[in-house]
């Protein structure tokens, strides 16, 4: 009976670790259907801090004194276009880039992916009471963090920093076929191409340049429509 036992247990657990196994390697491939499948729509202009460095600086100084440290969270959302993946860009007034996503309020401490969604749905839906259909969020696939009140974050935190002012998250969100999006007409959404981003600083700033490292453990499935 003992040895009985044992081999039994030597089984389920060798099927435990093929189970584990294979949903670890369909989490890293990654479903990317033609951009051509999306419907992309606009509502009325988001309102939006237009401010010079200082201004920025004086606003972050007086929310981190009111709530501490602050977090944002932002998506990875690609399409298929020429065989290739692109990323969805927020552009703003033609020369900035951002990824969707924003500030997670002082009550969303712990809740990064439900703010996720709530600041996806005010980019990219009618409005930020309604969400995008479909979205699946998934791993955090990167952080940035600001140690203090400057324009520089680093994809580490210091160790000398015991008190940071700024954490962001990227989140990998998985795209069903068939979505809509609507943007706020003073913004644009734009596939770029992971070759076009990768490295380029200059362009689409130290976090975007990074993404196509961020994604090179992941496969990419191509879906024919």
Not at 147 to 173: A, D, Q, R
Request: hydrophobic share 40%; proline share 6%; with cysteine.
């Amino acid at each position: 009976m003992g040895e009985e036992a044992r081999v039994l247990d030597m089984e389920e657990t060798s099927e435990e670790n093929t189970t584990r196994g294979n949903h670890l390697v369909h989490d890293l491939i990654v479903d990317l259907y033609p951009l051509s499948t999306y419907y992309f729509g606009s509502r009325d202009d988001l309102p939006v801090k237009d401010e010079i460095i200082s201004d920025r600086v004086v606003r972050l100084k007086s929310n981190y004194a009111a709530h501490g440290l602050r977090t944002c969270v932002e998506a990875v959302l690609l399409v298929e276009l020429f065989k290739h993946p692109h990323v969805l860009l927020l552009q703003y007034k033609n020369s900035i880039f951002k990824l969707p996503g924003g500030r997670l309020r002082s009550g969303e401490s712990g809740l990064d992916i439900e703010g996720l969604k709530r600041k996806l749905a005010s980019k990219l839906s009618i409005n930020e009471n309604v969400h995008v259909p479909g979205l699946e969020v998934g791993e955090s696939i990167g952080m940035w963090w600001r140690p203090n009140f400057e324009t520089l974050m680093y994809p580490f935190l210091p160790p000398n920093v015991k008190h940071p002012k700024e954490c962001t998250k990227l989140f990998l969100v998985r795209l069903q076929e068939n979505q809509q999006f609507v943007v706020p007409k003073n913004f644009k959404l734009l596939a770029v191409p992971l070759c076009q981003i990768h490295e380029n600083e200059k362009t689409y700033g130290p976090i975007i340049s990074q993404i196509p490292k961020l994604l090179s453990k992941f496969s990419f499935n191509m879906m024919e429509i």
